[in-house]
């Protein structure tokens, strides 16, 4: 039994992590589609290529929110 609690909580840890990396992947898109909508100039397209520009503060906000 403790075995299958075990295994319980990991999917659970599984479920979670997914869950962020979900919530930060929408994040990213729709920061992408302002960003090309506000800024057609080439200097702000390779702007937007480089690894996030997203502030941590704004991915701890975003992960503690529940997918609908």
Known sequence: NKELQW???EK???LQELKKTNQE???DREL???QLVSVPTK???STMTSPRTIS???LEQ???MSLK
Request: some cysteine; glycine content about 10%; aromatic content about 0%.
């Open 7 to 9: 295994k319980l909580n």
């Open 56 to 58: 941590p503060t704004c």
């Open 32 to 34: 992408l589609k302002t």
């Open 62 to 64: 975003g992960s503690g």
């Open 25 to 27: 992947l929408i994040r």
């Open 43 to 45: 200097e702000a397209r």
């Open 12 to 14: 659970e840890q599984q």
